[in-house]
């Protein structure tokens, strides 16, 4: 599903992040140390390579929300953007952390010219952020975010599962239909 909002294209798909070919920048939901993990930080690490933890391991702790980037190794990609979002119930304000790992993501992006971001839903897994406010999280960020963009041009959502893929699009459509 591709939706176009202030020039910028919006994507929603199923699929791996880490097998996104012809995007610039993938994102990695991290772990703190910015080790290989499980869910999204494992795959990318596996995909990557070895050479992702080595270069990751001097830009580690990271906090929630914060954001850091490195090369993308042997994954497809030019980067990836490691952000670390909050543990549902530990880290306040969930919202607010988890929009700042959006937020600081695009920013890293803009700051090195990437036209092309690939997120996964960030937290939705281990770290148990429920899917539907995690999306509309991720969802009103991204689109506040896009006026901003000058670099950015596609922004795409790869979403693991059918029903992650859903709650996205039901979210997005509803944010469109408030914004005409």
């Given at each position: 599903m ?6 910028i ?9 880490a097998?996104?070919?012809?995007i610039?920048?993938v994102?990695n939901?991290?772990?703190?140390e ?8 494992g795959?990318?690490h ?15 702790p990271?906090?929630p ?10 994954l497809?990609?030019?980067y ?41 839903a ?32 596609l ?13 996205h699009r ?11």
């Amino acid at each position: 599903m591709k939706y176009t909002i202030n020039g910028i294209t919006l994507e929603l798909i199923r699929g791996d992040i880490a097998s996104q070919q012809y995007i610039t920048a993938v994102v990695n939901a991290a772990n703190a140390e910015l080790r290989i993990g499980g869910g999204v930080a494992g795959a990318i690490h596996r995909a990557a390579g070895t050479g992702l933890e080595k270069e990751c391991k001097p830009l580690a702790p990271i906090r929630p929300g914060e954001a850091v980037i490195t090369g993308a190794h042997n994954l497809p990609n030019k980067y990836v953007i490691h952000c670390l979002g909050p543990v549902y119930g530990v880290d306040k304000p969930e919202d607010e952390l988890l929009a700042n790992c959006y937020r600081n993501a695009l920013k890293i992006a803009e700051e090195q010219g990437i036209d092309s971001v690939a997120f996964p839903a960030i937290s939705t897994g281990a770290f148990g952020y429920p899917l539907e406010p995690a999306a509309e999280t991720a969802l009103h960020t991204v689109v506040a975010e896009a006026k901003k963009l000058k670099s950015v041009k596609l922004i795409r959502f790869v979403l693991f599962g059918e029903r992650d893929l859903e709650v996205h699009r039901q979210l997005l459509d509803g944010i469109i239909e408030k914004m005409s």
